[in-house]
């Protein structure tokens, strides 16, 4: 199958290529990028007007499956991951069961295979069952297609395990993602803990909570070499001492959110449960300083933190509710509307984030336009306007604090391994 995409604007960050080309593809791989480019033989895609790139990547999903199908399965995921540009996500371990062993590792891939239509790369879970206490069997969960090590949803709350974890993978050149938490300092806690949480009557989450986690993290990090990355860093502290590990050599990333990015804890006061996520929406403060993270380098990478949940879990008293957002089919139209058109993100730095950014973390050769590697392309349309409408997404989850917001600049087409699985609204089926 031959597929020619026509006269985009293709942004290459690795390649730093910004200009008018044309890609292509052949039986999955990419043969050629560039001008006035002709096939008698291929379909044409025409992409004039549009922004190509290479697929973007979500290192950060949880797709549910297995145990919890009724928030999501890997068919509803990554068709939804399709929706939202995505070509390649990494799926967090908190299933059930956990992906803590080869034969979940291997069921989850192999799912995926069969019923997904991007690619998905399971994360096995630092401790067994994520209970924080033992170590998982790291080169099991590797053989078996895991690609790093999370207890996501949960911190390792001590601080000899997490050390263990370091010292095990540094052995295989992979990241632990750590969820950053100190559980006595969230106990109990709604919202981020300032002016609104008392306003509002919520019981409130210092940024501090965050922070110590990092703190202890970057500093065990330190002391055995191994590779952290930070998930959903979200407060002006992580971002120093973040920037404070890269300026040491430390090999120490992190990712954002598009929410963490663009929504404030005023918000909280409509009682959405929607709003309601982990770590928590904070102050302008801490926005600011993640979008001045962003523009100087410190931040690796946008991630989801796709997490799906049934309605009933959410249609509840704020306090009762789940935690999570709905992310994967609103992100990039988020970041295009909020950060870029509003000249306070490039264009071509967005495109690194979600591309060259996220492959690097994981050590994926992933992210890039060069003939011979795997067709994987994002296509924008960065003129087109829609309403999120929760009731259209293809995920499950409909837990979306920016439903009914009017964004510009979409993902108009998925292309995984030189298939065409979305376009213009819809997924392509088999």
């Known amino acids: 199958m031959k597929l020619l995409v026509k006269g985009g604007r293709v942004i290459d960050p690795e390649n730093k290529r910004d200009e008018l080309l044309d890609i292509l593809v052949e039986d999955g791989k990419i043969t050629r990028v560039g001008k006035s480019l002709k096939s008698k033989d291929a379909e044409t895609l025409d992409a004039a007007g549009k922004i190509v790139c290479p697929g973007f990547i979500d290192i950060h999903v949880h797709l549910r499956e297995p145990g919890f199908e009724y928030k999501e399965d890997l068919a ?66 590797l053989a078996a297609g895991c690609v790093a090590f999370s207890d996501d949803g949960r911190p390792v709350s001590k601080a000899g395990v997490m050390r263990n974890a370091l010292e095990y993978t540094k052995m295989f050149g992979v990241p632990v993602l750590s969820h950053s938490e100190d559980l006595n300092l969230t106990a109990d806690g709604q919202m981020h803990e300032g002016y609104y949480s008392t306003y509002y009557g919520l019981k409130g989450i210092p940024a501090a909570a965050e922070e110590v986690m990092v703190a202890r993290d970057i500093v065990l990090a330190r002391l055995t070499g191994g590779q952290l990355h930070i998930c959903h860093a979200s407060t002006a502290g992580a971002m120093e001492l973040i920037r404070q590990a890269k300026a040491e050599g430390l090999n120490v990333t992190c990712e954002v959110t598009p929410h963490h990015l663009t929504l404030s804890d005023e918000i909280v006061g409509t ?38 949940h049934h309605l009933e879990s959410k249609d509840c008293e704020y306090n009762l509710a789940a935690v999570g957002i709905s992310g994967l089919e609103t992100a990039v139209a988020v970041i295009m509307d909020q950060l ?23 050590g994926l050769a992933k992210g890039r336009l060069n003939a011979g590697d795997t067709a994987n392309i994002t296509i924008i349309d960065p003129d087109l306007t829609k309403t999120v409408t929760p009731q259209q997404f293809y995920s499950k989850g409909k837990n979306t604090p920016f439903k009914g917001m009017q964004l510009t600049g979409w993902p108009w087409a998925t292309i995984v391994a030189g298939k065409l699985v979305y376009i213009n609204g819809r997924i392509i089926e088999e």
């Open 340 to 362: 870029v058109s509003q000249n306070l993100l490039p264009l071509p730095e967005m495109v690194r984030l979600f591309t060259t950014g996220p492959a690097n973390v994981m």
């Open 271 to 308: 009682y959405d449960t929607d709003t309601k996520v982990m770590p928590p929406l904070r102050s302008q403060e801490h926005i600011a300083a993640l979008r001045a993270a962003l523009l100087e380098g410190t931040i690796d990478c946008i991630a989801t933190d796709h997490a799906p």
């Open 76 to 141: 509803s995921g990554t068709r939804a991951a399709a929706a939202g540009g995505f070509t390649t996500v990494g799926c967090m371990p908190n299933t059930s069961p956990v992906i803590d062993n080869m034969a979940v590792a291997r069921f989850v891939r192999e799912r995926a295979q069969r019923s997904g239509v991007v690619n998905v790369l399971p994360i096995g879970s630092i401790t067994k069952k994520q209970a924080g206490d033992e170590l998982s069997e790291y080169a099991d969960l």
